[in-house]
Structure formats: structure tokens, C-alpha cells
């Protein structure tokens, strides 16, 4: 299946982002990573962060940085958290998607690289198309490496001279091939991969503490002020800055040196309801960024050989109906727009819907779905899980 088929019966857009991940290394921090979800259609007001799930390979705290050493940046297309203390690097995969595997090498980065930063990397940003990490220190000197072991550098060094304070985090938007800045303070600039300040400083962020990583709503949505959200953590709170009077949001952390945009589906709160003793989760293979072509609808944890009904639509109904077992019915039957595909759980239980997202644009969306299941326990003899929101992101 192509999104692009779907596309005559496209809505204006009004989701923002879907999820953020916290990186809060220990010892400052619990040694974990949590990821939240942001704003969505489907759910109004402040959701709780995930349970969080263990740093894989922890690195030692690095002190003496003249801004709080450490980052972390997202691989949409791999579904690889990078991380880094400020002198050495790996990544791991989130544990949300099919799409991941073993951690990834650790490596320090090259003692040239920083020489030219000046000190340890206090922001990181990868360019994962042209596999470029856009590293920095508090002094704000940015070059352009392979990560990979020996971290070769493929951008020359440019400096961004309009900090008023250390640099803290960093964030590489692929929607206008431009980077988004946070210094100490948590005000955020928008530059040029050489530079050049291409937008007026947003912020600060009014909240209490220093400012750790910025990181910018991917889905190239655009709030009430005509801006993309725009997060900056502090201590165990984050929020977006380009929303005057956004609320304050916890993000999991104690300390996080670094957040990152992560492109998983928006859902309700809480698992699908059980039907029959059974409860099937419903998520995605892997992150929802353009060019992804592994991406595709999964639901888990079913019978072998159920028959399910993956059904996607641009419009769903806030308060559902208590038609089937499990979850409420959230999509409209009768709509125009909606669409469905059957397909039978293989010996594990699980069935996926493939949608490839070669081509299609970021921000598309957003779309809602749900699965219907075979459950013998409810007089329909159906089921469904509880409703996915889905939106195409950039890098």
C-alpha cells in the first residue's frame, strides 16, 4: 500500500508532534531512555511519559565541559538513538518498532574533531540520507563527521557567533536542511549549515534549571502562531517554546542531556481492550519518516491464523462506539475516505500491513486506524484495538 493512494481524500492537518525521546544518562541521570508523546488529534492535555528502557551501553560522565557535556539524536530511517557522553559515541535502537537490533558500536570521537570543537560535544545532529552528524561544543565551533569508527570529517568546521551563551543541544531539520540551536538559556536559533542565522531567536523557555537539547516536530505541522513546535528539555521538564503559554510536560528524566523527535504513531492511552482473555497490540514496524520503505501497520500478541481488518481513515470520532469486544470503534463506518485490507496472523500471532513510504512527504497525514479481530467471546464474534494516529515525518 502507498499513502499516495489515499491522497485525494486528504484533510488540512492539525496533529503536532508525535513523540519525543529522552536520553538522561546516569550518574546525574536514571540511566534510562523515555520517550513521550506530544500533542496529537486523538489525545487533548498532558500524557505521562512511557516507562522508560535501560541506556545499553552506558558511558562515563564527562566533567569540566563549559556547557553540560552529552546528546543524543535520532536515525529515523534505522531507528538508531545516537549518543554520545561528549567524547565517545554508539547508538541503539528503540525498542517501539520491529525495525532495530543490537547496539551499535562505541567509538570515541577523533581527538582532531575536538581540537576543532574546542572541548567536549555538548550538541549533536544527524543528517541521516547523507549519514553526516553535526557535532559541537559549548563554544559553538560545528563540524560535520561520519559516525563511524575514527569519525572522519566530511564538513568543514563553521561557527555560529550569535550564542549569547554555551551551546547545549542541537537538531538537524530535513524539511529546510537547516539546523535549530539551544544554548543554557533555552533559547533557540535556527542557522544555516554554515552558520547564518535564518529565522529571530525563539524563547527562552521560562522554565527553571539548564536548558539540555532542543529538538523540532518533524511532521512540519504548524501551530496556532504559525510556527512547528519546537521542544527544549530542563531537568525533568520540557516544553515548546515557539507555543507562548505551552504547558509544561514531564519527560522522564532527572537530568537529560539529551531529546530527540522520534517518528512512532500517536495512540490512545493505555493497550487495546481484551476480548476473550486476548490483548493484541497494535504499532508500527519502524519510524514514520519519508523514504522509509520497511515502514508498515503491525498488530501482535493475536492467535495464529486470525483473520484482522486493518482500516485507515483521514477522520475518526472522538468519542467511539462500544460496537465490538475490546476498544471502542473510533472510525466512521460509512466514510468516504475510509479504506480497509484483510489479512490473516501468521504462526506467531502477527500481521502486518505494508506501506511504503518512498516519496511520500513529510507532514502527510494525519491518518487514523484500528484493527478488527476474530473474538468468538463477543456476540459480534469481532474485536479492535484501540486507534493509531499516523503522520509522515521529515529527518
Known amino acids: 500500500m502507498r ?3 489515499l491522497l485525494p481524500f486528504a484533510l488540512a492537518a492539525t496533529a503536532a508532534a508525535q513523540h519525543v525521546v529522552t536520553y538522561d544518562p546516569a550518574p546525574a541521570g536514571t540511566g534510562m531512555f523515555f520517550e513521550t508523546q506530544i500533542l496529537s488529534p486523538i489525545v487533548a492535555g498532558v500524557l505521562p ?17 563549559n556547557a553540560p557535556a552529552g546528546d543524543a539524536t535520532y536515525d529515523g ?13 554508539t547508538s541503539q535502537s528503540s525498542p517501539n518498532f520491529a525495525l532495530g537490533g543490537a547496539p551499535g558500536p562505541t567509538f570515541p570521537i577523533a581527538g582532531a574533531v575536538l581540537a576543532i570543537t574546542g572541548g567536549p560535544i555538548c550538541g549533536m545532529a544527524l543528517n541521516p540520507v547523507a549519514n553526516i552528524l553535526y557535532v559541537a561544543s559549548g563554544g559553538g565551533i560545528v563540524v560535520g563527521i561520519t559516525p563511524v569508527p575514527g569519525t572522519p570529517i566530511v564538513v568543514p568546521p563553521f561557527v555560529l557567533p550569535f550564542l549569547p551563551a554555551p551551546l547545549s543541544g542541537m537538531d538537524y531539520d530535513s524539511v529546510t536542511n537547516t539546523l ?16 547564518v542565522l535564518v529565522a529571530p531567536p525563539i524563547g527562552p523557555m521560562a522554565m527553571p534549571g539548564i536548558a539540555g537539547d532542543v529538538c523540532i516536530d518533524k511532521t ?9 513546535a519546537i521542544y527544549v528539555c530542563a531537568g525533568p521538564a520540557m516544553r515548546d517554546v515557539s507555543t507562548p503559554a505551552a504547558p509544561v510536560r514531564p519527560n522522564g528524566g532527572i537530568a537529560p542531556t539529551g531529546l530527540a523527535f522520534i517518528g512512532r504513531a500517536a495512540s490512545q492511552p493505555g493497550p487495546s481492550g481484551t476480548c476473550g482473555g486476548i490483548t493484541p497490540t497494535y504499532m508500527t514496524t519502524s519510524p514514520m519518516t519519508t523514504g522509509n520503505a520497511g515502514f508498515g501497520l503491525w498488530v ?13 481513515d483521514w477522520v475518526f470520532n472522538p468519542a467511539g462506539l462500544p460496537i465490538f469486544g475490546g476498544s471502542l470503534l473510533h472510525l466512521i463506518p460509512g466514510s468516504a ?26 507532514g502527510t ?12 467471546a463477543h456476540p459480534t464474534g469481532l474485536a479492535i484495538t484501540e486507534m493509531q494516529s499516523i503522520q509522515v515525518t521529515g529527518h
Do not use: K
Not at 49 to 65: K, S
Not at 77 to 89: D, S
Not at 300 to 312: D, E, G, K, M, Q
Open 365 to 376: 497525514g494525519p491518518l487514523f486506524t484500528q484493527v478488527v479481530w476474530q473474538c468468538a
Open 300 to 312: 501482535r500478541n493475536l492467535p495464529p491464523a486470525t483473520f484482522v481488518i486493518f482500516a485507515v
Open 337 to 362: 475516505s475510509l479504506v480497509t485490507f484483510g489479512a490473516i496472523t501468521n504462526a506467531a500471532g502477527e500481521a502486518v500491513l505494508p506501506i511504503n513510504l518512498i516519496g511520500v512527504p513529510p
Open 220 to 228: 512540519t505541522q504548524l501551530n496556532a502562531f504559525g510556527l512547528r
Open 49 to 65: 511519559p512511557d516507562p522508560g528502557y535501560m541506556i545499553a551501553t552506558p558511558l562515563p560522565a564527562v566533567v569540566g565541559a
Open 3 to 5: 499513502l499516495d493512494s
Open 77 to 89: 530511517l534505522r531507528n538508531r538513538i545516537w549518543h554520545t557522553n561528549g567524547l565517545i559515541l
Open 180 to 195: 535549530f540551536v539551544c544554548d543554557t538559556n533555552g533559547l533557540v536559533f535556527n542557522c544555516t549549515l554554515g552558520g
